[in-house]
């Protein structure tokens, strides 16, 4: 039992270069998170998904795309990378109604 | 003001003593409570919720929450090095569906 998996562990970017962050559950749970981590900010989050088909903006949601592929798993595309989206992203997920979140080991992304 | 507020810290207390860890919230309509304990380069893990009035108790960690001042604590008895991490409070969002706001985290070290 996995848990929640996130690939890749460790990224580097170039300014303008996409990419897409994976996030995948075995928990069977239904609503996913997105956050990313900056030091002194805490975490904040950039998008969630409430039930498969579903996604909304988190409190930074601009730069970034989201897909809810399937019940398991929830991607992050950025589009056009920036240094500003230097961060560590993490994904989470809690069964629907509760408030408990889990979360995976998280993708460090650098770009320069 | 910020939605959830903590002290940064480091908070340094020595091995087997109480460490104390505080939270503040805005949202008067917030129910549920959770912290979160973060070792350095690691995803956060949930360690205890509290949705009452009142003391909970698990282990060695007791959660405390005031909803009329709008606090929330963390104690940890019997502190132990391997307790040395991040500490981050977090508070459900009254906006109707299962968002977190988390506070910037409380440094905990623990010395030997």
């Known amino acids: 039992n996995a848990g929640v998996t996130q690939t890749p562990k460790f990224q580097v970017l170039k300014t303008g270069q996409s990419m897409t962050l994976q996030c995948a559950q075995d928990m069977n749970h239904n609503s996913m998170y997105w956050y990313r981590q900056d030091p002194g900010m805490g975490l904040r989050l950039i998008y969630y998904s409430a039930s498969e088909g579903t996604t909304d903006k988190g409190e930074v949601p601009n730069g970034y795309n989201v897909s809810r592929l399937n019940k398991r798993e929830f991607s992050l595309r950025l589009e056009s990378a920036a240094p500003s989206q230097t961060s560590v992203y993490f994904c989470?997920?809690?069964?629907?109604?509760?408030?408990?979140?889990?979360f995976g080991p998280g993708t460090r992304l650098t770009v320069t | 003001q910020k939605e959830v507020e903590q002290n940064s810290g480091p908070l340094s207390v020595p091995e087997g003593a109480i460490a104390s860890l505080n939270c503040t919230y805005s949202?008067?309509?917030?129910?549920?409570f959770f912290w979160y304990r973060q070792y350095s380069g690691k995803s956060p893990e949930l360690i205890m919720f509290i949705y009452s009035n009142g003391d909970k108790e698990d282990g060695r960690f007791t959660a405390q929450l005031n909803k009329a001042s709008q606090y929330v604590s963390l104690l940890i008895r019997d502190s132990q090095p391997s307790d040395s991490a991040t500490y981050l409070c977090a508070v459900n969002l009254n906006t109707g569906f299962q968002k977190l706001v988390f506070g910037t985290g409380t440094r905990l070290l623990v010395s030997p």
């Open positions: 949202d008067r309509g917030s129910q549920s």
């Open positions: 989470a997920t809690a069964t629907y109604g509760s408030y408990e979140q889990y």
